[in-house]
């Protein structure tokens, strides 16, 4: 996998991917349309940053580059990859649980609290990591 070079684009499937953690400077795209939202991402090798309808949706410290990112109403899931370990959160529904899947081994399950945020951290062993989050 590689960095998205448009920032964020809508792929085949109906998922979207965007981050690019090789730009040295924050760049962004917003008024990105896509399924009925307006996406807006900000991205750059200290942070990648995604809202969808000016409400937070996904953010990793440092950068990283997603693809295959879908989100329903039980959760969210992508492949997340970056230059080393990275922290990241994911806006979800406020004070629910939620299992959490790593490249198909659970991390447990995590509760969101009043602002719906989950975090959690990846290590990238040279390939991209398949993430699941679900109620």
Do not use: C, R, W
Not at 6 to 22: H, M, P, R, V
Not at 43 to 51: M, N, V, Y
Not at 71 to 88: L, T
């Amino acid at each position: 996998m590689a960095v998205v070079e448009q920032l964020l684009k809508a792929d085949a499937d109906g998922t979207i991917s965007f981050g690019n953690y090789e730009l040295s400077e924050k760049s962004k795209l917003d008024n990105f349309k896509h399924e009925g939202n307006i996406l807006k991402v900000k991205t750059f090798k200290d942070i990648t940053k995604l809202e969808q309808n000016e409400m937070f949706l996904y953010e990793s410290v440092p950068g990283t580059a997603v693809t295959h990112f879908k989100e329903n109403e039980n959760g969210v899931s992508f492949e997340v990859e970056g230059p080393g370990d990275a922290q990241i959160t994911v806006g979800l529904e406020d004070n629910a649980e939620y299992h959490v899947s790593l490249d198909g081994k659970s991390i447990g399950v995590m509760k969101t609290g009043v602002g719906g945020k989950l975090n959690f951290s990846v290590s990238f062993a040279g390939s991209p990591v398949k993430v699941d989050i679900h109620k």
